[in-house]
Structures are given as C-alpha cells and as structure tokens.
C-alpha cells in the first residue's frame, strides 16, 4: 500500500515539501523540534481525519497559515493504478477529501483505501487508557478485514441511540420495539469482533515472542455484557437501572479487550518500555492479519522510535516491520539509532532542519 508521492503545505513549522518516499523503510531523522512527528502526523491527519497527538486538528495547522493541504499518490500493489488522495483543512474547522476528481463524502472511505497504524511515545496509553480506546483499536480490525462491519455498527449506534432516547423520556414501554433490532446487531458486531480476535491472538502471541519472549500477556474479550447470559436477559435484568440512568448499560458499545498479566491489568505491572513492546506487537499483529486478509500490508508511522526501546527490541521491531514488507515511515533524532544494526533491503534517508526537509543521497 506505499506512497508513491507526498505533498504537504500549511503543516505545523514545515516548509512546503514534496518528495517520493520509499515503497518501504523512510528514515527521518533531526533536531527536536525540527519537524519529523509533523511529517507523520500530516500523513495521519489525511489518512484518519485526525492528529495522533492534538485532539484539536487546528493544532496542526501553520499558525503563519489558514489552511493546509495534504496531498499523495499511493497504490494498493503493483498490479493497480496510482490514485491522488488529497485533504484540505481551513482554520475554521471546514475540510474535504477527494479520491482522484471524486469528493468523498465521509473520512471512513479514506481510512478503507489508505489504513494506517501509529507507534509513538505515548502508545503504552493503550494499555493504560480507556476501554473505549482498546475497543477502538480492536474495531480498527475488524474494519479493515470485515467489509460488512462499518454499516452494521452504524445500525447498531442508530438503534442504540433510539433505545437511550427512549429511557431518558422513561418510555419502558416502548423498550421492547427497540430491543429486537439491538439485540440482533449486538449479536452480528459480537461475531465479527470474535472472528477477528481469533486471528488476531495468534498473531501477536507470535509477535511478542519475537519482541520479547520473556513476556506472557493475555488478551481476554469482553462481549460488552456479562458473558453467562443472553443479551436479552441482561437487558430485562437491567432494565430499571437504565431507565434510572436514562442509557443503556449493556451492550457491544460496552465490548473491551482486555490486556492482562497473570491477571493483572498489564498497565498496573509491565515497565514503560515493557508496555511499548506490548502495544507495538499488538499493532503490528493488526498489519499482519490485515495483510493476511487482503494481501496489502498498513502503512506504518513510527515515531521517537528510540523512545521507551533499547537497541535490542528496537532491532526486533524494525525486523518485523522489514519481514511484513510494509512501507514505513521511521522518526528519530539521531541517524545511527535508526540505522544501528539494521540495514533494511530498500530504505531511503531524509534529514529535517528548521522545517525544511532534505532527502539524502546515500553512498
Ligand atoms: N501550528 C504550528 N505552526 C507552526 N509551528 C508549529 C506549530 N505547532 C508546533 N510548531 C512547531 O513546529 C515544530 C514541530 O515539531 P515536531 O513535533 O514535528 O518536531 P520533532 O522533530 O518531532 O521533535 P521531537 O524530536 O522533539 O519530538 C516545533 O518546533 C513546534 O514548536
């Protein structure tokens, strides 16, 4: 799935740049503050519709700007024609997508042709973070490789959305005609998302043990309501209690994966770096099942990759991302903690200063 051609203008301090990247290992290295996380977050920015640092998008934006552009042509494999992606983003919060000539009409259409996944510093947040934010990665997953996911997950938040309107207005009554429709696409999302991990697992036991065999983590799926009863049951069973609350409680909006140590929470006994080991493998088994299923690997952006890694696990990281053939978009401030030890078979060297960002020839 490379780049073949990256055009960014109006992104945080970076000039204006233009450049073909390698269809697999891009190194960038510079300064702290030259510019390097901007390059990978303009490519996430057009690629998500989001920063994978500010929660704000406006962020992003040059403040000496007011608008950005992002622009790239990519190809899905050598068989298939080069197509322009392009993202425009105003000050004002206004933006667009265009395939080629066509507007896209939502950000998931761009997700579905160009996916991306992120290993950054704060990475371990997964482990550390919200449930919503684990049930996030998951369903990333289950998007990528289920076609028929995205529409049925939007049923189920439609229904959902209903089933809540009617408990706040305490209209038990009515429960019943919302509860047929939830209760079938809970059972649908629930299917997907277990095939999906069932793969998954088997990927990242293998990945882990090829980061770090000395750790043994345990991924546990949470359906979103107690797993010894129907869903039917448990709606009947709560049905008071969310009506007093005016949501419904249960649910697979409610699903967790849940990432455990001898049964404790991974985030509360793993050590930083141990925590990025873990995320990165859970991440790269993603890319891998992904490309199981559809033959094309993600795009990888992996930035401060020195950060929380010693130089042992950051060979084995770039060593699965090597074995994966994926392109990739390295960061780092020093070149030879990129390059130390590792020589990918394809890679090409690019140097930020000040914003400005220079590709090397190399010898
Ligand atoms: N909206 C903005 N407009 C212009 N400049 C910005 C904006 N937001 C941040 N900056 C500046 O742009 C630079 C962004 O740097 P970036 O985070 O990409 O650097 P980096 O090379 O990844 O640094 P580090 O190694 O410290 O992580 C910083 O110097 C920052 O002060």
């Given at each position: ?9 109006g992104v ?5 740049l233009?450049?073909?990247?390698s269809?697999?290992v891009?190194f ?10 901007s ?7 057009l690629a998500?519709?989001?920063?994978f ?18 622009r790239?042509r990519?190809?899905r ?9 392009y993202h ?12 080629d ?9 761009v ?5 991306v996944q992120?290993?950054?510093p704060n990475?371990?947040?997964l482990l ?5 934010d ?6 990333w997953?289950?998007f990528?490789?289920?076609p028929a996911f995205?529409?049925?997950?939007r ?6 959305k ?5 408990l ?7 429960l ?18 277990k095939a ?20 043994d ?8 309501w107690?797993?010894?009863s129907?869903l039917a049951s448990?709606l009947?069973?709560?049905k ?11 649910g697979p909006?409610?699903a ?10 991974a985030?509360e ?5 141990q925590?990025?080991?873990v995320v ?8 891998i099942v992904?490309k199981q299923?559809?033959?094309?690997a993600?795009?990888?952006?992996v ?15 770039c ?5 994966l053939?994926c ?11 990129l ?6 078979a ?7 200063e000040?914003?400005?960002?220079q590709?090397?020839?190399l010898a």
């Amino acid at each position: 799935m490379p780049i073949r051609q990256l055009d960014i203008q109006g992104v945080r301090n970076l000039a204006p740049l233009d450049i073909t990247p390698s269809p697999l290992v891009n190194f960038i290295y510079g300064d702290n503050g030259s510019g390097k996380t901007s390059v990978l977050e303009a490519i996430h920015l057009l690629a998500a519709g989001k920063s994978f640092r500010s929660t704000q998008v406006r962020q992003v934006l040059s403040h000496e700007r007011d608008r950005c552009e992002i622009r790239l042509r990519f190809q899905r494999d050598d068989e298939t024609p080069e197509r322009e992606l392009y993202h425009l983003r105003l000050k004002n919060g206004d933006h667009l997508f265009r395939l080629d000539e066509s507007l896209l009409s939502a950000q998931s259409q761009v997700a579905a042709l160009l996916p991306v996944q992120v290993i950054e510093p704060n990475t371990f947040r997964l482990l550390s973070g919200t449930p919503e934010d684990r049930r996030q990665f998951l369903d990333w997953g289950v998007f990528h490789v289920e076609p028929a996911f995205i529409e049925e997950w939007r049923m189920f938040r439609q229904t959902l959305k209903q089933r809540n309107s009617a408990l706040k207005q305490d209209q038990g009554d009515w429960l019943d005609v919302w509860n047929s429709g939830f209760i079938e696409s809970a059972a649908r999302i629930d299917q997907f998302r277990k095939a999906y991990l069932t793969l998954l697992v088997a990927e990242f036991r293998k990945t882990l043990a090829s980061l770090d065999d000395s750790l043994d983590v345990n991924l546990n799926y949470y359906p979103g309501w107690d797993r010894e009863s129907d869903l039917a049951s448990v709606l009947e069973r709560q049905k008071d209690r969310d009506i007093q609350l005016g949501f419904t409680q249960s649910g697979p909006h409610r699903a967790e994966l849940r990432i455990t140590v001898n049964r404790v929470p991974a985030a509360e006994v793993l050590s930083r770096g141990q925590q990025k080991t873990v995320v990165s493998a859970l991440k790269l088994a993603q890319g891998i099942v992904f490309k199981q299923q559809t033959g094309t690997a993600p795009i990888y952006l992996v930035d401060d990759l020195a950060s929380e890694l010693d130089a042992r696990h950051r060979l084995a990281l770039c060593q699965v991302l090597e074995d994966l053939k994926c392109q990739v978009f390295i960061t780092s401030i020093e070149k030879n903690q990129l390059m130390d030890g590792w020589a990918p078979a394809d890679f090409k060297v690019f140097h930020v200063e000040h914003g400005q960002l220079q590709e090397e020839t190399l010898a």
